[in-house]
């Protein structure tokens, strides 16, 4: 069982910027791919962006390229998303997940392991 904790989140004004964690208790995590996804009130669950076991590699959602960035320390077992620019339209709450199979996954059916979730609001 994977646990996973999402912090970070809060109010903040349109173009600012946050910087969200995930923190897994798993020893294997680093052998995991992680993902961030957001849902916003009476939204799907949408992918954003998500990093390798390794950090050498990213994906992200054309909607967050160049104004986010994630990125993944192994010895704290830890991911974090990095967002800038942000706007009122991606207020939602954030949540990470590990898929343990390998690969890319952009849906949610890809992860086995979700966070809790942060709520993230940006304010006009």
């Known amino acids: 069982q994977v646990q996973l904790v999402e912090s970070g989140g809060g109010l903040v004004q349109a173009g600012g910027s946050l910087r969200l964690s995930c923190t897994a208790s798993a020893r294997t995590f680093s052998s995991y791919t992680i993902g961030w996804f957001r849902q916003a009130p009476g939204k799907e669950r949408e992918f954003v962006v998500a990093?390798?076991?390794?950090?050498?590699?990213?994906y992200s959602a054309d909607s967050v390229k160049g104004r986010f960035t994630i990125s993944r320390d192994n010895a704290k077992n830890t991911v974090y998303l990095q967002m800038n620019s942000l706007k009122p339209a991606e207020t939602a709450v954030y949540y990470c997940?590990?898929?343990?199979?390998?690969?890319?996954?952009?849906?949610?059916?890809?992860?086995?392991?979700w966070g809790q979730g942060t709520q993230v609001t940006v304010s006009s």
């Open positions: 997940a590990a898929s343990v199979r390998g690969g890319w996954y952009v849906t949610t059916v890809g992860y086995d392991y």
């Open positions: 990093i390798n076991w390794s950090g050498g590699s990213t």
